[in-house]
Antibody, heavy 119, light 109 residues
Framework: EVQLLESGGGLVQPGGSLRLSCAAS????????MNWVRQAPGKGLELVSY?????????YYAESVKGRFAISRDNAKNSLYLQMNSLRVEDTAIYYC???????????WGQGTLVTVSS | QSALTQPPSASGSPGQSVTISCTGT?????????VSWYQQHPGKAPKLMIY???KRPSGVPDRFSGSKSGNTASLTVSGLQAEDEADYYC??????????FGTGTKVTV
């Protein structure tokens, strides 16, 4: 069964850091582009970051997180990461990892991990 | 990059049909046949329902269908069932912006 499992969320003060992880199973992780998508409480979906397959050389960041967040992957460990620094209150959201599917779509999604930035 | 525009809400009775629109620009929806739709129940992760405008992943009922005309894509749910009550998000490939999501539509059955 194809599965994605996020971890690493929690409560952090403004200006703090967190590292999210996404463990993949049931498919050849190195063959797929991967993404982090977030959803603020009661709000819609927003692509946070994208990384290409295998080499991980191509990366994308939303303007709102550029320079503060860094996406990476370890294909040997079937894992995706999101290092989040200089966190702001507005970064509070559920963070989902999602695999690229055919034709620029996302499937499956993990269950999400909640990041709360508050003093 | 602005979000794609969806109506905030839509509704229908069981057995009826509902259509949700998703309006973008010539840089995203109008430029590529890479529109996808996601269903999200409260407290759950989004689920892919339609990709490449009108294709259904295996396991998605054929009551769900997608189409596109110009800069506007649409999702139609026919034969509405109680379990179709959820939030629906469209998404388009946006070139250098990769994935651009819609504002979301709450469907009430």
């Amino acid at each position: 069964e194809v599965q994605l499992l996020e971890s690493g969320g929690g409560l952090v003060q403004p200006g703090g850091s967190l590292r999210l992880s996404c463990a993949a199973s049931g498919f050849t992780f190195s063959s797929y582009e991967m993404n982090w998508v977030r959803q603020a409480p009661g709000k819609g979906l927003e692509l946070v970051s994208y990384i290409d397959s295998n080499s991980g050389r191509t990366k994308y960041y939303a303007e709102s997180v550029k320079g503060r967040f860094a996406i990476s992957r370890d294909n040997a460990k079937n894992s995706l990461y999101l290092q989040m620094n200089s966190l702001r209150v507005e970064d509070t959201a559920i963070y989902y990892c999602a695999r690229d599917h055919s034709g620029w779509s996302l499937d499956p999604w993990g269950q999400g991990t909640l990041v709360t930035v508050s003093s | 990059q602005s979000a794609l525009t969806q109506p905030p809400s839509a509704s229908g009775s069981p057995g009826q049909s509902v259509t949700i629109s998703c309006t973008g620009t010539s840089s995203d929806v109008g430029a590529y046949n890479y529109v996808s739709w996601y269903q999200q129940h409260p407290g759950k992760a989004p689920k892919l329902m339609i990709y490449e405008v009108s294709k259904r992943p295996s396991g998605v009922p054929d009551r769900f269908s997608g189409s596109k005309s110009g800069n506007t894509a649409s999702l139609t749910v026919s034969g509405l069932q109680a379990e179709d009550e959820a939030d629906y998000y469209c998404c388009s490939y946006g070139g250098r912006n990769f994935y651009v999501f819609g504002t979301g539509t709450k469907v009430t059955v």
